[in-house]
């Protein structure tokens, strides 16, 4: 299947989808979508059991189909600079140590409580998968890969909730961050892993680190400062060319991070930031005008609300994968999994706010629902498709576990999150 009819299955599952959602499910859109594709996903596996060549036929499709690289090298990048222009950056900006102490401690904590959680129950003898030869650091892995919140799904789902501005840029600027963070403690760890542990120095683990954060960081600064000279010298006048301008740093900025081994997930978020600001021509407050034009957020708004429904269809479908490798024994494993993630994210954003409470006002329950709005999604399935086969049946038991807490996450909290929040 070429890449343009398998583009037009997806868009016509998007539109089909997207219109039963709204008249019959009436499901917040990115949980009706995965609902759907979730549904059609078990009902090929049913008709495939009855008729095997279907199965062999839809199974090869979905493994010559590199969901990984699709999400990572293009979904993630149009999708991340759409979130972080909606965002309401001075209020970011104001609540700035809060947002990263939240990502960064967050992250890093989850990753190792997870990480040690699944390293003690596969040794336990009860359930025969020390068997699978899973090592610490293979653990760790995947505490890295589920620890970050998905971005697409937590700011769907904060966009229909009526928190207080300061509660939703929270909730949003954390996510955002955490994901870039994430992703460079996933990388740092999967160069552990490929080059032994033996073979790897701390200070080459701290370069490593600083090179991906500081790197990415800077270089979405920078691109960020350019753009926004270009849109301010267009000032408005020529829409379509502010579209094409912001088109191509989206894509520039991941080709030339990874010439340099910079975080392009840290990279668009900031650029995103940068050309999300208000301009006063006049200094005065009645001559402040956004950056872009309305046509420029129109477009990313439509853009991203496609790739949404595309990406969460591709996750529901990703279960035909998943399911191959499936054993009894995984269910459990998925189970305790699922608490271990929960816990370890409440402590990971309890902690922080504790500590900043002391000068800072937070709103009743602010953890509480943090931690709830926690959703995973596409960027944990496709990290985890991006381990080595080297780990054999342990991927297998990453990838269900993985997709377990992505499901739980996704309809479990987030079809609770609304109530919870009110």
């Given at each position: 299947m070429t890449i343009l009819e398998l583009s037009t299955i997806l868009l016509c599952l998007a539109a089909f989808f997207s219109l039963i959602n709204i008249r019959i499910l009436k499901l917040p859109t990115t949980i009706g979508l995965m609902v759907l594709a979730l549904a059609l996903s078990l009902s090929i596996l049913g008709i495939g059991a009855m008729y095997p060549p279907l199965m062999d036929a839809v199974f090869q499709i979905?493994?010559?189909?590199?969901?990984?690289?699709?999400?990572?090298?293009?979904?993630?990048?149009?999708?991340?600079?759409?979130?972080?222009?909606?965002?309401?950056?001075?209020?970011?900006?104001?609540?700035?140590?809060?947002?990263?102490?939240?990502?960064?401690?967050?992250?890093?904590?989850?990753?190792?409580?997870?990480?040690?959680?699944?390293?003690?129950?596969?040794?336990?003898?009860?359930?025969?998968?020390?068997?699978?030869?899973?090592?610490?650091?293979?653990?760790?892995?995947?505490?890295?890969?589920?620890?970050?919140?998905?971005?697409?799904?937590?700011?769907?789902?904060v966009k229909q909730m009526n928190l207080s501005s300061i509660t939703e840029t929270r909730i949003a600027g954390e996510s955002l961050f955490n994901d870039g963070i994430g992703v460079v403690v996933f990388l740092t760890l999967l160069n552990i892993q490929t080059e032994g542990i033996e073979n790897v120095s701390a200070m080459g683990v701290a370069q490593l680190f600083a090179t991906e954060v500081i790197g990415g960081v800077l270089l979405g600064a920078l691109m960020g400062y350019l753009g926004l000279r270009l849109v301010k010298y267009i000032e408005n006048e020529f829409v379509e060319l502010e579209v094409l301008i912001t088109l191509s740093l989206v894509l520039l900025l991941p080709i030339i991070s990874h010439y340099f081994h910079f975080s392009a997930v840290l990279g668009i978020v900031m650029m995103g930031l940068f050309l999300n600001q208000n301009i006063d021509t006049d200094n005065q407050k009645e001559g402040l005008q956004k950056a872009m034009g309305d046509y420029v957020y129109k477009f990313w708004h439509l853009l991203d609300e496609t790739l949404n429904a595309i990406l969460f269809i591709l996750i529901g479908l990703e279960i035909i994968t998943v399911?191959?490798?499936?054993?009894?024994?995984?269910?459990?494993?998925?189970?305790?999994?699922?608490?271990?993630?929960?816990?370890?994210?409440?402590?990971?954003?309890?902690?922080p706010i504790a500590l900043l409470s002391i000068w800072k006002n937070f709103e009743r329950k602010t953890a509480l629902i943090i931690t709830w709005g926690g959703l995973r999604g596409g960027l944990s399935v496709a990290l985890a498709l991006n381990l080595p086969d080297t780990m054999g049946a342990g991927k297998s038991l990453i990838l269900i576990l993985t997709y377990s807490v992505v499901l739980f996450t996704i309809l479990g909290q987030g079809l609770t999150l609304k109530k919870l929040a009110k």
């Open positions: 979905t493994t010559d189909f590199d969901f990984s690289e699709l999400l990572v090298d293009v979904m993630l990048p149009f999708l991340l600079f759409a979130g972080a222009i909606s965002v309401n950056v001075h209020e970011l900006l104001k609540d700035k140590l809060t947002i990263l102490l939240l990502a960064s401690f967050g992250v890093v904590f989850s990753t190792f409580a997870i990480g040690t959680a699944l390293h003690w129950f596969v040794s336990l003898p009860l359930f025969g998968l020390s068997a699978l030869g899973l090592s610490y650091v293979d653990c760790l892995l995947f505490g890295a890969l589920i620890a970050p919140t998905d971005p697409i799904a937590v700011l769907a789902m399911a191959a490798g499936f054993k009894a024994s995984y269910l459990v494993a998925a189970l305790f999994i699922i608490l271990a993630a929960v816990v370890a994210r409440g402590i990971g954003v309890a902690v």
